[in-house]
């Protein structure tokens, strides 16, 4: 079961957070995602993953705010956006106060790109002031890859987004009232370009990628593959950490053969 900050009492949190040393924190939005999938998309598959991670690792689950930086949603109905400068800090003080309270490991497990450059920031900011690890976790990129060899497409509201809400809560999806899968001309080609590891471009309105604020092929996705998203996904995420710690563990033995 997650142990759960919101749901432990003061005594418990001290004990969980002592007894591992490890916090994860969702980090998602709240979007349009079209006729047929919720707002909080983001906000609820980073909270399925996250808590799955958590457990696992015996770590504490921290919620956070379900908002993140969406500017090219806004105006679209349901969209909210916050400034980078108001999800910085709130993300900021919500990790100083869990370091604070004993964390020495925070993971933030994210399922929205237009928040990745204020969690960088704000992780590697508070791991120089403080003694401290920050990994990030890209679930909805752990997902693409996973998924794609199945046929699986991380589009706005495709078929990998609709399978985290099916695994969610399979009466949110809406599927029926989509016809057929949506290709508009180049919006594959602007998802490549804006996330490129190497040289990419920037998109900051949605309807660059489809006039209607989403596309692809939501039919994909099904219950049935569904029910183990969540440990496929989680899975991923914890092989990646794996090498993080193993990396910091390297470096700290190296250190201290250098000093003794």
């Keep these: ?57 015996g770590a504490v689950y921290a919620p956070f705010c379900p908002y993140g930086v969406t500017p090219i949603h806004a105006g679209h109905p349901g969209s909210v956006t916050l400034r980078r400068s108001t999800f910085e800090a709130l993300l900021e003080d919500v990790c100083t106060e869990l370091i604070s309270g004993g964390a020495g490991t925070v993971i933030l497990v994210n399922w929205h790109e237009g928040n990745i450059a204020s969690m960088n920031a704000v992780a590697t900011d508070l791991q120089d002031r403080h003694d401290v690890t920050f990994i990030a976790a890209q679930a909805c990129y752990t997902a693409q890859r996973l998924y794609r060899p199945e046929g699986g497409e991380l589009t706005h509201g495709g078929g990998i987004e609709t399978l985290a809400i099916l695994a969610y809560d399979e009466s949110l999806v809406k599927t029926e009232v989509v016809g057929e899968p949506t290709r508009p001309a180049g919006a594959l080609e602007m998802d490549e370009m804006r996330r490129s590891p190497e040289v990419y471009g920037f998109i900051t309105d949605v309807t660059e990628l489809a006039d209607d604020g989403w596309y692809g092929n939501p039919h994909w996705a099904t219950v049935e593959r569904s029910k183990d998203f969540t440990d496929v996904v989680a899975t991923g995420v914890l092989a990646g950490i794996d090498v993080v710690m193993n990396a910091r563990r390297t470096r700290a033995t190296n250190e201290s053969k250098e000093t003794a």
Excluded: C, F, Y
């Design 1 to 57: 079961m997650t142990n759960d900050l919101a749901r432990m009492t003061s005594p418990e949190a001290r004990a969980a957070i002592e007894r591992s040393g490890i916090v994860v924190l969702p980090i998602g939005s709240i979007e349009q995602h079209g006729p047929h999938l919720p707002n909080g998309t983001d906000t609820m598959a980073a909270e399925l993953v996250a808590k799955e991670v958590a457990d696992r690792l």
